[in-house]
């Protein structure tokens, strides 16, 4: 879900030519769920091997992950760890709507319904132990390092980029913010429109949010962020304090700034200072290791053309655009010993 507070941040458009040569520790989760999502045929299947096995998530990495890698950016991914106790909730209400979207899915294929079919078929998405799995080694054998956090992804990403071994965490959600990312790129894909519910499609570009520029226009600070969140709800405390939004949370969090008294005005049904302290000192791993190398381009093609049916032309296209090498193509000579 993440925070709420986009229409409060100050955003600057870049271009994908702005981050060259940058490095980028990327939210997995999230990246991987948006292409189970979008890569699907149009009543909602999604992409599957000969063998029935999902491939939307392979596809998505093969094509825009190395996408972004041929435009010289330097991509980490960090996959979440044990959430926190208090995120349990959130993951019961998240399966719950899954499986009203699945009841809903069931009658609008009786229906043939195309349209409802792929609204709730991608509300039905799941992320399975193998799909991370699958992802985490089509990464590693392109080059890509992976970092496994202890608990929250954006959390490992914010230390690294506070650390200063990358420039920015890249996700769709606001939460890195508050656990301290000196910047935040939001929309990143070398597609420059996003297709519409509707069918349309709208101009995406990038978007770089700065955290300090961010706190001095809102005039707070780190900390007031940190309350301004959970005003508005967090994944730990979903909704948040009743009819308290982003633009009232702001004026709330600028007029007190003693945090006990402010959560006594408004009497929040939740323990604020529990939620403010997994901000503050969230778990990260401190050791982690960031080696980049050379795509295994066996390995790629194995998993991508052996395993998973994917078409070999267009495997080692994506390879050469990446290595900047020609690829050698399976002919008879791989036969004679």
């Not at 078929?121 to 590693?140: A, W």
């Not at 570009?205 to 706190?215: A, G, M, R, V, Y």
């Not at 200072?273 to 381009?297: C, G, H, R, T």
Request: net charge positive.
């Amino acid at each position: 879900m993440g925070i709420n507070i986009w229409e409060l941040l100050p955003k600057k458009e870049i271009e994908i030519s702005d981050l060259k040569g940058k490095v980028l520790a990327v939210d997995a989760s999230p990246a991987i769920y948006q292409f189970l999502a979008s890569i699907r045929q149009r009543n909602g299947i999604p992409l599957m091997d000969s063998k029935g096995r999902i491939t939307s998530h392979l596809m998505g990495i093969s094509t825009r992950v190395t996408k972004l890698m041929a435009e010289g950016l330097k991509l980490i991914f960090c996959f979440d760890g044990r959430a926190p106790d208090l995120k349990i909730y959130e993951r019961e209400r998240r399966e719950h709507r899954k499986r009203v979207a699945e009841e809903k899915l069931k009658q609008a294929q009786q229906e043939e319904d195309t349209e409802a079919m792929l609204k709730y078929s991608k509300q039905t998405i799941r992320l399975s132990d193998e799909i991370i799995s699958q992802s985490k080694e089509l990464l590693k054998a392109l080059g890509i390092p992976v970092i496994q956090a202890v608990s929250e992804a954006e959390a490992q990403c914010a230390y690294i980029v506070k650390q200063k071994d990358a420039w920015a965490v890249v996700s769709q959600d606001a939460d890195a913010l508050l656990f301290g990312t000196p910047r935040l790129i939001r929309s990143l894909t070398i597609s420059q429109r996003r297709r519409l519910p509707s069918g349309g499609t709208i101009q995406n570009k990038p978007e770089l949010i700065d955290l300090k520029q961010t706190l001095n226009q809102l005039k707070i600070n780190q900390d007031q962020l940190i309350v301004l969140g959970i005003l508005i709800g967090t994944d730990y405390n979903v909704g948040g304090v009743r009819r308290i939004g982003p633009k009232i949370g702001l004026k709330l969090v600028q007029q007190q700034s003693n945090f006990d008294k402010l959560f006594q005005e408004v009497k929040p049904d939740f323990n604020w200072k529990q939620i403010y302290a997994i901000f503050k000192s969230m778990p990260v791993m401190e050791n982690y290791q960031l080696n980049w190398k050379e795509p295994d381009q066996e390995k790629v093609k194995k998993i991508l053309v052996d395993k998973h049916d994917f078409s070999e032309e267009r495997v080692n296209k994506t390879l050469q655009q990446i290595t900047k090498k020609p690829i050698s193509q399976k002919g008879l000579d791989s036969w004679v010993k």
